[in-house]
T-cell receptor, first 113, second 111 residues
Framework: DGGITQSPKYLFRKEGQNVTLSCEQNLNHDAMYWYRQDPGQGLRLIYY???????QKGDIAEGYSVSREKKESFPLTVTSAQKNPTAFYLCASSGGASYNEQFFGPGTRLTVL | GQQLNQSPQSMFIQEGEDVSMNCTSSSIFNTWLWYKQDPGEGPVLLIA?????ELTSNGRLTAQFGITRKDSFLNISASIPSDVGIYFCAGRPDSWGKFQFGAGTQVVVTP
């Protein structure tokens, strides 16, 4: 089955700790994206990558970092510099024959205590 | 970044009624997408539109790509309880780079 997986589904961390969220896709898509969603709000772009070993900041990149060493993987690190990290994080990808369509993973809910 | 203007923000309807929502952009798009998101889940792509004036259906859902290329509409006919959720529009002006999103329309269906 082709798709996007995010793990874990729920994540708890203490304030001041860095945490890495996983995103893997087997759709052979070139582009991958990370979004943040807060209650009652739309999606805000954190980082995106259009090709391996390259990525660009989105609208709210401060306090986050990413890497794109493999086409299938685009992990997001939420650093201690992120002032309000508790949120629902969504990974997405686009590419191939459906390059104008974006597909989402199931999301990771991060709670910082 | 620019967000799309999506309305209405929420809708409370009775089972069997039709639902309409729309999105507008200040710039021209070459792609419009409509998603549904259930609580605690990722958005699921419902319909993709690529040409001005295009009308596409997916079951009881129908979406249109506006003639001006700055807007799109989604209709749900004969709503049922499982239509409950948040519907998002998305689009982008070219074939690469960032997608832009609406803030979502929350649909509540009462029996």
């Amino acid at each position: 089955d082709g798709g996007i997986t995010q793990s874990p589904k729920y994540l708890f961390r203490k304030e001041g700790q860095n945490v890495t969220l996983s995103c893997e896709q087997n759709l052979n898509h070139d582009a991958m994206y990370w979004y943040r969603q807060d209650p009652g709000q739309g999606l805000r772009l954190i980082y995106y990558s259009q090709i391996v070993n390259d990525f660009q900041k989105g609208d709210i990149a401060e306090g986050y970092s990413v890497s794109r060493e493999k086409k299938e993987s685009f992990p997001l690190t939420v650093t201690s510099a992120q002032k309000n990290p508790t949120a629902f994080y969504l990974c997405a990808s686009s590419g191939g024959a459906s390059y104008n369509e974006q597909f989402f993973g199931p999301g990771t809910r991060l709670t910082v205590l | 970044g620019q967000q799309l203007n999506q309305s209405p923000q929420s809708m409370f309807i009775q089972e069997g009624e039709d639902v309409s929502m729309n999105c507008t952009s200040s710039s021209i798009f070459n792609t419009w997408l409509w998603y549904k998101q259930d609580p605690g889940e990722g958005p699921v792509l419902l319909i993709a539109l690529y040409k001005a004036g295009e009308l596409t259906s997916n079951g009881r859902l129908t979406a249109q790509f506006g003639i001006t290329r700055k807007d799109s509409f989604l209709n749900i006919s004969a709503s049922i309880p499982s239509d409950v959720g948040i519907y998002f529009c998305a689009g982008r002006p070219d074939s690469w780079g960032k997608f832009q999103f609406g803030a979502g329309t929350q649909v509540v269906v009462t029996p």
